[in-house]
């Protein structure tokens, strides 16, 4: 029988490692500690980041883009204000509204991430 140098608990000579505490038998340290990295904070999202893409988000919603009607030729008239269409008649491009959304986001989320505080 062998005794763990760490927490004095008798073992069989053919452990390696004590099954009380995980210290190496031979004197080295544990094994335990050797395969876990060091306790670090962990990594959180660039806050900054994600309040640039909320406020992107609301511009582009008050801003959207409009195009013709459906009886019209198909015209882009570009982006104004919500309460302020170009033609009387014009109406939101629900399409390009949502890529343009899914976009943003997308951009913001991956901006967050890459310019995570570490």
Not at 69 to 89: A, C, N, R, Y
Request: include cysteine; hydrophobic fraction near 40%.
């Amino acid at each position: 029988m062998q005794t763990c140098p760490a927490c004095h608990r008798s073992l069989p000579e053919i452990n390696r490692f004590c099954t009380q505490c995980g210290q190496r038998l031979d004197g080295s340290a544990s094994a335990t500690q050797e395969s876990r990295p060091s306790a670090t904070m962990p990594e959180q999202l660039n806050i900054n980041v994600l309040y640039g893409m909320v406020t992107a988000l609301v511009l582009a919603v008050l801003f959207p883009p409009w195009e013709t009607t459906v009886d019209q030729t198909p015209e882009f008239l570009g982006m104004h204000f919500i309460l302020s269409p170009p033609m009387p008649d014009a109406i939101v491009s629900r399409m390009l509204l949502t890529i343009e959304l899914v976009t943003i986001t997308i951009a913001g989320l991956y901006g967050a991430f890459l310019l995570r505080k570490r």
